[in-house]
């Protein structure tokens, strides 16, 4: 979701103390990664321990998306290394980890994992330092199975490292983009603070993973060993794992009945650009009635590929690979961009859209490094009705994919969407009976996935299966406005700041919601973040009435909660518009929360919610913390709560209901336990 966050603080700011934990936090992470707190390694011959999200996978079953690759983090594996975390203040290494946890090395330094079934891929997630003025830099890691060298990697800091407030800048040593906006840190507004506060750079650092992926050249069984050495001599003071994926991918794809592009005259080998060859294979594929297929290779495309009414398919997202530059354009495009690099896009809703595109089967390596919002340069863009989209590698775009609608009916399954400046995918303007399903986003800068009602309500769409972690940024899944649609089995971890798991928001000038919006059988995990503009914690799902009130049909059935950082469920107006709009009848039923760090409810508007067989245990606060629109009347808070029954653990106490004020503005946090079985 491009956004604008908010200058106004809206609320008090931070205590003096809070605010120079903060500095120090960040000083901490300048000199480098956050307070590292040695971890026991895992004993030689351990069985190794497989996880998804950082969690059991028994606690997440049947929610998220079904993948091919099997995760294993690496804070339980065997190291020579220190375990970093957990920790979950936001601008910290620990925080932007899965599971808030990593490993750290010095050169010299590893850490080693136990294959849990055959692979012949791996995929590794990692930071390594800036470059001191900005810029990144690159470092070797080496790759051993059982004792023996196999692959060197090169990684790169080049596509990490964003400092600064939105939308945020590649330099380290730049002074505040917005003296004019309150900011925590000093609990002011700098421009009109005398004497002007010492801001310490680098100012917020954020965004510090990236991921790369590598083929092994063979098949390895089951119990061998995959060592990542950060070698002697690294150019990097230290490299951070945060965990490996392992996968037995298939042998290519291979169509022989279609247009192949290098009849065409695309180069495989990436060192010729290759547009004008895949547009020509296209123009012919479309005469003929034929497919287009790409073979294995690297093919150089620096420009938007325009599809219409063709089939594109790739030998697989390991095998094909469409690479591209951001290319700097002579004088800004009528859409206010000034680059454009790699992607294949719809025409113009304006100009009719485009129908029929069906898009399988390689990835999309992008060259994004800085946020640009008026940029077009995601890796799927424009107005694609009729269409399917399955299978895709996105990466590096600034969004995976961009719809401007209107559009209808098109299908996104089975994508892997990784380290993105901005969103994962954004269903903007007017996107109807479509179906986001079964896929895998880590490492966005902002919304995992969004649906925007802008000028025109997007109408009965799901997000049904889908796993999203760890966004730096906003939110795992937001519903901006629109009219019945449906957020079901997802599973979202590891939100870090200004965003939680599940967003709901009559915000950024959407329509209003109406109908229905369904949002059933979600887990989020470690969830319920810190707002930095308000310097209050949010709920792992939370409802946010901004622009106008929420009074749809709202139902939340069947969602966990689990490791909560601050509230479970959170319903909350913004301050200068809090006695205008209110968020009425929400209803929440059949519902685990499993550890809250403050609440189980946070009420900071007026309105209405009811509570069915809701459950609640490692509570860490007060079960209500009711505010209400802070008037603080004799006849109590003015967001009433309703007890249908079978509100298990306590939280929801007689005394509690409707309407009991019970506002603690800034509760402390009680972190909880692990989650477990129910």
Known sequence: MFRSIMPARGRPGRTVASTLALTTAITTLVAGPAVAVAGPAAPVGAAPVVTRAALDPALVAGRGADVDFVEQEAENA??????????RTAYTLPAEASGRRAVRLTPGEYVEFVLPSAANAINVRYSIPDAPQGGGITAPL????????????TLTSQYSWLYNQYPFSNDPTAGLLHPDWWITECSCVPSATTPYPTISTPFRPTHFYDEQRLLLGRTYRAGDRIRLTAPAGSAAA???????????????????????VL??????????????????????????????????????????IIVDDVTIEGAGSWYTIIKGREVALPTPAPDGSVHTGVGFYGRDAADGGSHNVHLSGFAIEGDVRERIDTDQVNGIGGALSDSTIDGL??????????FDGPMTNVRVTNNIIVDQIADALNFHIGVTDSLVAHNFVRNTGDDGLAMWSETTANARNTFDHNTVQSPTLANGIAIYGGTDNTVSHNLIADPVREGSGIHVGARFGALPFAGRLDITNNTTARAGTYELNWNIGLGAIWFFALDRSIDATIEVVGDAYLDNTYNAIMLVSDWPVKDLYSINNVRFRDIRVDGTGTSVVSARAAGSASFANVDARN????????????????????????????????????????????????????PPPPPAQW
């Open 78 to 87: 065997r190291t020579t290394g220190e375990v970093i975390g957990p920790d």
């Open 238 to 260: 230290w490299t951070v794992i945060d965990l490996l994926d392992s996968e037995l991918v298939a042998p290519p794809h291979v169509r022989l009945l279609a247009a192949n």
């Open 619 to 670: 509570v860490g606060a007060v079960g209500v913390n009711n505010c209400g629109s802070f008037h603080f009347t004799p006849a109590g808070s003015e967001f009433a709560l309703t007890d249908l029954g079978g509100n298990d653990g306590g939280w929801l106490a007689p005394w509690l209901l409707p309407n009991t004020i019970t506002c603690d503005d800034r509760p402390p946090v009680s």
């Open 263 to 304: 009849a065409f005259g695309a180069d495989p080998t990436g060192r010729r650009d290759s547009a004008a060859a895949l547009e020509r294979a296209i123009a012919f594929a479309k005469r003929a009635h034929l497919k287009v297929y790409i073979p294995p290779g690297t093919y150089q495309v620096n420009r938007h």
């Open 142 to 153: 080496g790759v051993a199975v059982n004792g023996r060298h196999v692959r060197s990697m």
């Open 393 to 402: 590698y996105l990466h590096h775009t600034k969004v995976g994919l961009w």
